[in-house]
Structures are given as structure tokens and as C-alpha cells.
């Protein structure tokens, strides 16, 4: 069984900083690409960040310059840190893992964590 279990989040004050982590585990043969959404109260799930096997990275504008993503692909494990962090930041944050193909041979198209809660105070 598949598990993405994310780690990090947390209640920081704005300027402050945090670090995510979402380790996949179980019988995975890999990953195409792993991936950070958010959603806010009221509000659709958004895209923060999300990285390629090949460790190309693309960044909601929102966050560009303030988050930085990054992967381990012998561990399965993608990371987001976040700096300089701001209220509006405040959100669910949820690991993607998009393209999993297990040792089964088994495909996912869209993976998920469970997701954990960041709240920036001003």
C-alpha cells in the first residue's frame, strides 16, 4: 500500500519560516512528478509548487522567490521550504505525487497526502 505522509507544518509568525516534507512509501517504482497544492478556507485547491523527476520545478507566482521545492528521488521524498512567509500563506498544504508506478506496476495519475496545516499570524 501506498502511504505520502507530509510533515512541518505548523503555526509561525509572517516573515517566519517553515519546512515541509512528504515522504512516499511502500511498494513504488517511481515517480513522475511530486508536488505541493494548498487550499485555504472558501477557496480552491491551488498548485504552490511542483518539481519533475529531473528536477525541473515550476512555482505558483504567489510564491515564487519565497518558497523553494526540491526532491530526493532515492528517498521519494519532495520538500518545500517556505520563507519569508506571509498570512495569506495560511492554508492546508497537501503532497502530490502525480505518475506513481508501483512495483506492481499498478499507475496513479494523482496521489495524495493528507495534508497539514500552516497558519501564518501577522
Known amino acids: 500500500q501506498v502511504k505520502l505522509v507530509e510533515t512541518g507544518g505548523g503555526l509561525v509568525q509572517a516573515g517566519g519560516s517553515l519546512r515541509l516534507s512528504c515522504a512516499a512509501s511502500?511498494?513504488?517504482?517511481?515517480?513522475?512528478?511530486m508536488g505541493w497544492y494548498r487550499q485555504a478556507p472558501g477557496k480552491q485547491r491551488e498548485l504552490v509548487a511542483a518539481?519533475?523527476?529531473?528536477?525541473?520545478?515550476n512555482y505558483a507566482d504567489s510564491v515564487k522567490g519565497r518558497f523553494t521545492i526540491s526532491r530526493d528521488n532515492a528517498k521519494n521524498t519532495v520538500y518545500l521550504q517556505m520563507d519569508s512567509l506571509k498570512p495569506e500563506d495560511t492554508a492546508v498544504y497537501y503532497c502530490?505525487?502525480?505518475?506513481?508506478?508501483?512495483?506492481?506496476?499498478?499507475?496513479?495519475?494523482?496521489?495524495w497526502g493528507q495534508g497539514t496545516q500552516v497558519t501564518v499570524s501577522s
Open positions: 511502500g511498494s513504488i517504482f517511481g515517480i513522475d512528478a
Open positions: 518539481i519533475a523527476s529531473g528536477g525541473t520545478a
Open positions: 502530490n505525487a502525480r505518475g506513481l508506478i508501483t512495483t506492481a506496476r499498478s499507475m496513479y495519475n494523482d496521489y
